[in-house]
Every structure is written in C-alpha cells, then in structure tokens.
C-alpha cells in the first residue's frame, strides 16, 4: 500500500512540475509575442505618420552633426533634409577636419516632441532665419571653398527628430 502511495506522490509531484514548466514557458512566450506586438504597433504607427508625406522620411536613428539643407511644410508636418558630417580631430590640436563621405540628404519630422536644446531661442523659426542667411551668402560666392553652413547636431529616431542643437563653433 506504501508503494501505492509514494507511486502516487511522485507521479503528482511529476505532473505538478509538468504543468508549472508549460506554465512558465506560457508565460515567456507571452511575454515575447507581447513585445513583438508592440514594435509592431509601433512600426505601423510610425509608416501611417511618414506615408502621409510626399517625401521619403529616412528612418535612421542616430546621434550626428549635420548641415541642414532645407526646413518645409508638407501635409501639415515640418520635415528637415539634412547632410550628415563627420568631425574629425586634426593631428596638429585644437581644431577638426569636416569630412562629407556621403552628401545624400536624409528628411526626417520635427514634432512638438521635437526637444530644441540651449541657446534657448533655437526653434523652427531660427533655424528658418539661419538657412536663408546661409542662402544668401552662399548665392553670392563663387568659389566653392567659401561657401558657409551652419553646423547642427541632431539626435533621430525612426525618422523624428527628438533633439537639435546649433553648434556655435561653426
């Protein structure tokens, strides 16, 4: 009768571990297939909000110096085309070396979660002032080598601009 009763034990204490095992990996699929969904949902968000662009948004995601080429309105968005730069430092000290591997423009939204950091009176409107005295002063040059732009660092995600800042140095 023991026998009968210890067979039976384990064979509950088996099926216990057996149920609690499917249990668990229940649960981390879930978990998994949870963040699937998300990244899914925001995947699609994110195409719903640059399909209602003429342009093409570039859905880079990465922290840069760059030239701003162009800041426009489009279907009630503000996109800005930008030219990513490098900055190397230079062997004699105290000075960088701008370097343009690749002059392909990239359009990315600016939104009102779009962070504009110090000076504090950075904005969409600045910016806008900054490109058409660049414009001006680069329709007056000829020789390629006196051509002036302002320097910007931005960070994108996904094709949103979430902070830009303007680089007093150049």
């Known amino acids: 009768m023991q026998i009968v009763k210890l067979n039976f034990i384990l064979l509950f204490l088996l099926s216990s571990l057996i149920s609690c095992q499917n249990s668990q990996d229940n649960s981390e699929s879930s978990t998994s297939n949870n963040e699937e969904n998300i990244k899914k949902v925001e995947a699609a968000e994110n195409k719903k909000i640059t399909e209602k662009t003429d342009t093409d948004i570039a859905m880079d995601s990465t922290v840069s110096y760059c030239y701003i080429q162009e800041l426009f309105e489009e279907n009630g968005k503000t996109l800005i085309s930008v030219d990513f730069i490098q900055m190397i430092e230079t062997q004699t000290g105290g000075g960088y070396e701008i370097i343009n591997q690749n002059p392909k423009l990239r359009t990315f939204i600016l939104n009102s979660d779009t962070e504009f950091l110090p000076p504090n009176d950075l904005d969409v409107e600045r910016i806008k002032r900054v490109l058409k005295s ?31 800042l303007i680089d007093m140095a150049g």
């Open 134 to 164: 660049q414009k001006e002063h680069n329709t007056k040059e000829e020789n390629k080598d006196d051509k002036y732009y302002q320097r910007f660092k931005v960070t994108v995600k996904d094709g949103f601009v979430i902070e830009i």
